[in-house]
């Protein structure tokens, strides 16, 4: 895959965002002080697109991830995905909204060693009675590359090509958003650049979106826009991300 194809801006819509936070604040009680792991954030994630969260250690951006994903309950603010106040849900509500509408990828592939490659991705569907949508099914094995490794056992597969299994299964469902934590980080650099390239044409070719925790320039740089977090704030953003480009925003950001 080209660096170019890696920097094409996703196209544009005029659909309203998948995810909005207002005013997104976390304190965490430690005891003796308060830790203020996000400080009114205000962000919007386009329906289709593919966005990378960035920041310096400490920063807030796991914390971000978490609250935007229903996974963290914020201290104050709302986060909006869709029409839903995610922030005004119980716990029963979150875990079906997480189920039904949200798809996970983690940096650990988290599959099961006893199942192939293709009862690992239905499974999520088939632990929830949902039936499978075959068309669905064949495309995203076809996004994802992953035709001919069906019926492998995860200890048969790359590292790379267990995290296609692992982005297919969060694929499957067609959620309105797919949250990705440091999806490369167990990958060396060709595999990363493979699993990568198929969030971008999922974005892409399946319009779907995606929400990423990147420490990694080069792993930002294959989103449509990235944003900056810094001591919990939302301190800049950029479109059309080159690692060069990034790389200089988070030099500055630590200075």
């Known amino acids: 895959m080209s660096e170019t194809m890696a920097h094409q801006a996703a196209p544009q819509t005029d659909a309203p965002p998948a995810v909005v936070a207002q005013g997104l604040t976390k304190v965490y009680d430690t005891g003796a002080t308060a830790v203020r792991a996000l400080d009114g954030v205000d962000v919007a994630f386009a329906r289709g697109a593919f966005t990378a969260i ?10 971000l991830m ?22 005004g849900l119980k716990d029963r509500e979150l875990t079906l909204l997480r189920r039904d509408r949200i798809g996970f990828i983690f940096q650990s592939f988290n599959l099961l060693p006893m199942l192939t490659a293709q009862q690992n991705i239905v499974l999520p569907a088939e632990i929830a009675r949902r039936k499978v949508e075959p068309k669905r099914f064949e495309r995203i094995v076809e996004v994802v590359g992953l035709h001919d490794r069906l019926d492998h056992l995860p200890v048969k597969l ?8 692992a982005v297919a299964r969060a694929l499957l469902n067609d959620p309105e958003v797919v949250y990705a934590d440091e999806p490369t980080g167990n990958l060396d650099s060709r595999s990363g650049a493979e699993v990568l390239g198929f969030l971008r ?6 319009e779907q979106t ?9 792993a930002a740089a ?10 919990g704030r939302l301190v800049d953003e950029v479109g059309t991300p080159t690692a060069e480009l990034v790389l200089d925003r988070l030099v500055k950001l630590e200075g």
């Open 222 to 231: 294959y989103a449509d826009r990235v944003v900056f977090l810094r001591d």
């Open 158 to 165: 790359s590292g790379g090509e267990q995290q296609r299994v």
């Open 54 to 63: 960035m920041g310096p250690s400490g920063s807030g951006k796991s914390t």
């Open 201 to 206: 044409d999922s974005a892409r070719e399946l």
């Open 210 to 218: 995606v929400i990423m925790v990147t420490h990694d320039p080069m």
């Open 66 to 87: 978490h609250c935007l994903a229903g996974l963290d309950t914020a201290t104050s603010g709302s986060v909006h995905m869709g029409r839903t106040d995610i922030t």
